[in-house]
């Protein structure tokens, strides 16, 4: 299936805006006109007009020129812009494309003027199919969209089906089958959960699914949607949508090879398009006939029905003609006419170039438009940026002038803070450093009292011990010159004894002692890394206050030597070299 004939077979599929379509209510209706007026009237007229545009196109025309008339009359736009929307339509039927462009644009104007999202949705769905047919699709698409959303805000699902079906179309014509079938299922989904969407929808959609399987080469499964797609049609008696399914039907069977079904649907499509005046459509059964024949060798029907077809020639474009004359080239080349061949394939040639011509003068034109409107919308930013500069420049001025006040506010107001802070400080200061002297004086002076209390209890220790000493040894003497056993004076003699060496007075010193060297004892086990017994912290104590050996001893009640042993075992314990290093070490020690 040639692209230019599918083009056209997706045209002519969406051109339907078909509201009533069964003859029981149009006849209802032209009953009902003459029985209405004002608004109510013009409104009956656009719906029967809408219900006769396919099957009797000039009753149609005039009812749409009745419907303006009256409208004019009434300054109802509404019903002019419904009007003008119907006759666009006529004239797609009658290939005047450009009167149905002006008129649809007018409509859509007007539309939007007044904010009638029904004009709007409907102007937008007739002018898809001119754009379509002028190769700008991307303005169909965003036509389709546009539509969507203004069959929404009047919600309309019968027209949001329509639209979905026309992107769907034209993304056939750009060969993106996967996001047509996409959008033609979306399509039937709403139709089949929505009663009020016309049946013709359900008939658009299998025509289109049949286009998209044609394109596929997947004829069989295309003959079965456009089998279904014709039930529904010939059932709402819609005389354009049946011709056009019939002459994809018979181009279907054409590929398929099968000859006698292929000329029967096209006798039939050309028989409809003549009765509904399309020429257009009938050049086109004829062109495709005529490659049907050619395909069957029958160059000389072929070359009959082309010649058919260029005589309506006034109603073809460039493509279609260049596609016409390629295979008139082709019968008569076949035919051993080399005349005619190379006439027609020259005017094939001419034709095809001169559509690529007018294809890059097209594009040369968007794109010079385009260039246009962004140098003036790039010139209007330039200025609107000079002028933002000029305002940025008075407002950045100020922003400095107020933001140098703030900063010199705030240098001042942190200078004075500063200030009372640094004067704060000082007073505190001044306060501690008299607290910490007062401190340090009454430390001074509990440290003196300390250490005198401890140096009178430790002298008076040693006067105790040295007189109990004194006089156990006296008794020890006398008993001895008396040679006297008595038990009771050996015993006070033994008590004398363990009073020198009694622990009680012990813990009296380590208080006093403590109290003037906090944690000596703990300090020297910590750094020396040994654990030391009672006997070695009284030795290390009594050194610690410079007391003599003799003075130990008496204190300990032990002989001189036994005081160089010990502080010579004690010495080796705190791994010093001699006793010189451990004086120095206990002096210097809390």
Same mark, same amino acid.
């Given at each position: ?250 181009? @279907? =069977?054409?590929? !398929?090879?099968?000859?006698? *079904? #292929?000329? $029967? %649907? &096209?006798?039939?499509?050309?028989? /409809? ?57 082709? @019968? =008569?080349?076949? !035919?051993?006419?080399?005349? *005619? #061949?190379? $006439? %027609? &394939?020259?005017?094939?040639?001419? /034709? ?239």
């Amino acid at each position: 299936m040639s692209r230019t004939t599918i083009y056209w077979i997706i045209v002519f599929s969406f051109l339907s805006l078909t509201l009533f379509s069964q003859q029981a209510r149009i006849d209802s209706i032209r009953r009902q006109i003459p029985l209405l007026d004002g608004n109510e009237k013009i409104d009956a007229i656009n719906g029967l007009t809408r219900g006769l545009m396919y099957n009797t196109p000039d009753e149609a025309m005039e009812l749409s020129i009745e419907a303006i008339q009256l409208s004019e009359e009434t300054g109802y736009s509404e019903g002019k812009v419904m009007a003008w929307i119907n006759q666009g339509v006529i004239f797609n039927q009658r290939s005047l494309f450009q009167e149905a462009k002006d008129i649809l644009n007018q409509a859509k104007e007007i539309s939007q003027s007044i904010d009638f999202q029904y004009g709007l949705a409907y102007s937008n769905l007739s002018l898809v199919a001119i754009n379509i047919r002028e190769n700008n699709y991307d303005k169909a698409i965003e036509l389709s969209f546009a539509g969507i959303t203004a069959a929404r805000k009047i919600n309309n699902v019968d027209l949001e089906v329509s639209n979905l079906i026309n992107i769907a179309s034209v993304k056939q014509i750009l060969e993106d089958y996967t996001s047509a079938k996409t959008f033609l299922l979306e399509a039937r989904s709403l139709a089949e959960d929505n009663p009020e969407v016309s049946k013709i929808r359900i008939g658009q959609i299998n025509g289109n699914l049949g286009i998209i399987s044609a394109f596929k080469l997947d004829y069989g499964s295309a003959l079965e949607y456009f089998q279904k797609a014709l039930n529904t049609f010939e059932s709402l008696d819609s005389k354009a949508q049946v011709a056009n399914l019939v002459m994809n039907i018979g181009h @279907a =069977y054409a590929k !398929l090879k099968d000859l006698p *079904n #292929a000329i $029967k %649907y &096209y006798d039939r499509a050309e028989q /409809l398009w003549t009765e509904l005046n399309n020429q257009r459509s009938q050049a086109v059964v004829l062109k495709n006939r005529g490659e049907l024949m050619i395909d069957d060798s029958n160059f000389r029907s072929a070359i009959t029905y082309l010649n058919r077809g260029l005589e309506k020639k006034e109603f073809l474009d460039d493509a279609l003609l260049s596609e016409m004359y390629a295979l008139l080239s082709n @019968a =008569y080349e076949s !035919l051993f006419n080399h005349g *005619n #061949a190379l $006439k %027609y &394939y020259k005017l094939h040639v001419a /034709l095809k170039d001169s559509i690529s011509i007018k294809t890059n003068q097209k594009n040369n034109e968007r794109m010079t438009k385009e260039f246009e409107f962004e140098k003036m919308k790039s010139d209007q930013e330039i200025e609107l940026q000079q002028l933002e500069i000029e305002n940025l420049k008075i407002s950045q001025s100020r922003q400095v002038i107020l933001v140098v006040s703030v900063v010199l506010l705030m240098v001042v107001f942190w200078a004075m803070w500063n200030r009372n802070k640094l004067k704060t400080k000082l007073l505190i200061k001044e306060k501690d450093q008299l607290i910490a002297q007062q401190e340090m004086t009454l430390k001074l002076l509990d440290y003196e009292s300390e250490k005198e209390k401890f140096a009178n209890y430790t002298e008076e220790l040693l006067s105790k011990n040295e007189t109990l000493e004194k006089r156990a040894g006296e008794l020890e003497i006398k008993i001895d010159e008396g040679q006297s056993n008595n038990p009771d004076i050996n015993s006070l003699i033994e008590k004398m004894h363990n009073a020198v060496r009694g622990d009680r007075d012990w813990a009296a010193f380590v208080l006093y002692f403590e109290a003037v060297f906090p944690q000596f004892f703990s300090l020297i086990e910590t750094d020396k890394q040994v654990k030391l017994s009672t006997n070695e912290q009284r030795l290390l104590a009594l050194l610690k206050i410079n007391l003599s050996n003799k003075e130990i001893a008496a204190l300990l009640n032990i002989s001189s030597d036994s005081v160089i042993r010990a502080k010579y075992r004690l010495k080796q314990k705190l791994g010093f070299q001699d006793a010189k290093e451990m004086l120095v070490f206990l002096s210097k020690l809390a």
